[in-house]
């Protein structure tokens, strides 16, 4: 009679409230519960018709791979569907010929059919071209945008079209919407939000950032609610934190630094302006071809050379004539010194001498050549500026006219003298 310690296995024992079975089982059984508290041996081949949402149907027939899940799971896989790991109730149920896949989770890897290699894992994980390859797709309701894409994150990419592969997209719905190609995208809801996105080869990093991107291509975006406007706009790079939230359509635009291009008037739609530095100011929201370096509290710039070079070949000229501005331009200028009392409260008492925007704007007026120097910005009529540079030629005119002067009275004078 067979003992374990003191109890008899030959009639019913029960221990912990489990009764055993009498006498052992046949080779390759497993012990199994009634529910009750009876236990039994059985043939492991009962597992293949388990009709529950436990076991997949046929769990042992398919070539080199595990299929475990509900009725429903794999249910339309073929023989070329081998070397599969599907595991989940409903998992892979649109999956045929598919082959060499690691899908792990409820209702996962939908709409895949024929694809292959590709890893899914989480509910309700979803790939948007049936037959894609080699994508990576973790996260519940996270979506596989097409070939060799990458998809981390909670509803990371959902919603995406069939036409978006070789991409990375990684955050809580990060690039939702997004419908096009090459693009990396990282950080919680980067890109796309609610608007569809079809732009391509777009780099976005940071939170937020880039969330109304439409059809710009070819832009980067670097820090948490960077470029978040930007609609199509394209080849811009927004490198910071807040850097441009109000940029849309404008092109070729850099923006770096914290609110670079934000603060102020920003820009939104002009082309080709560069701005450098911590909350960098615009001068409207359509300026254009510009360089604006700092914000508003800068008051020095140092450099080893202090001269700016720029195009100035005769060959790239035409109609060139001797400048008709000159003494009498120079003689209405009225240079000033002030104390600074700005609107927005920056420069605090700081002293400086230069021009008034104002004054020197009517002598531009008075001598008919506001087009011709340009001196005073008017980008922002609310806060004008000055580039006194503009007038240099005008100063040297003006120290050849009374040069002229000099020597005709010298010549006079010598005259009188020797006479």
Known sequence: MPYIGSKRFDVPTTISGLTYPTSDGSSGQFIKTDGSGTLSFDDASVLQNVSSNTHKTGIFDFTDGIILGGTTTADGITSSGV??????????????DGAENVIIGNDSAGGLTSGSDNVAIGFNTNFADATAIRQVVIGSEAEAGG?????IGYE????????????????????????NSFNVIIGPQAVGDSVSTTAQRTTAVGQYCAQDLESGNYNSFFGALSGTKCTTGAYNTFLGASSNRNHTTGDNCTYVGASAGYAGTSNATGDNNTFLGYSAAGTSTSMANSIVLGDSNITSLTCNDTSISSLSDQRDKTNIEDLSLGLDF??????????????????????????????????????????????????????????????????????????????????????????
């Open 83 to 96: 070397d599969n790991t599907i595991i989940g109730h409903n998992a892979a149920t649109d999956i045929t």
């Open 147 to 151: 070939d060799y894409s990458v998809s």
């Open 156 to 179: 990371a990419k959902k919603s995406a079209g069939t036409n978006s592969a070789y991409g990375v997209t990684i955050g809580y719905q990060a690039g939702v919407n997004t419908t």
């Open 330 to 419: 120079v003689n209405d200028m009225q240079p000033r010194q002030w104390t600074w009392a700005r609107r927005n409260g920056s420069m605090g008492s700081t002293k400086q001498i230069g021009f008034i925007a104002q004054e020197l704007y009517d002598v531009e007026l008075n001598h008919s050549s506001v087009d011709r120097v340009g001196a005073v910005n008017w980008d922002d009529p609310s806060a004008l500026k000055v580039a006194p540079q503009r007038t240099y030629p005008i100063l040297v005119k003006a120290v050849q006219e009374l040069s002229a002067k000099v020597t005709a009275l010298e010549a006079r004078i010598a005259k009188l003298e020797g006479s």
